[in-house]
């Protein structure tokens, strides 16, 4: 199976909005609807902030945000000038097949470093770092 990152657009919006985790991790999570909200606030206010959908092969199975320069939200130093994977969130009925872990999110770092439009005075061969908040 293929894991993809993909951008929320017209057409997937409401496939990557109706997905959600199980009852009990509700309390853990935002909804994907709330995260891209977050998103506009995020950029408005200084941040860069990367929504993203996680297919499987051609199926919607998660989202996650990441960003860079987080505005708003109390952070460890660590995190400054660093990319953040600010939410993760696999559906419920796609959990416990390995999507959302360790090394899905190191692909969608990579595809971030590798098609992003960098506007922190960084070259594209530039390496950096994550952490995960």
């Known amino acids: 199976m293929m894991i993809s990152l993909r951008k929320i657009t017209l057409e997937n919006r409401r496939l990557i909005f109706n997905l959600e985790v199980a009852e009990d991790q509700n309390r853990f999570v935002a909804s994907n609807l709330s995260s891209v909200a977050s998103c506009y606030i995020l950029l408005t206010n200084g ?3 990367f929504p993203l ?3 499987a092969d051609e199926q919607p199975v998660g989202f996650v945000m990441i960003t860079y320069g987080i505005t ?12 953040c994977i600010l939410r993760l969130m696999i559906d ?5 097949k390995g999507y959302g872990s360790t090394t899905a999110a190191s692909r969608n770092l990579r595809q971030i470093s590798s098609t992003a439009d960098y506007s922190h005075n960084r070259s594209s061969s530039s390496a950096y770092s994550c952490s995960v908040i």
């Open 92 to 96: 419920r009925e796609h959990q416990g």
């Open 72 to 83: 708003g939200y109390e952070i460890p130093s660590i995190a400054h000038d660093s990319y």
């Open 47 to 49: 941040g860069t902030p």
């Open 53 to 55: 959908a996680i297919y």
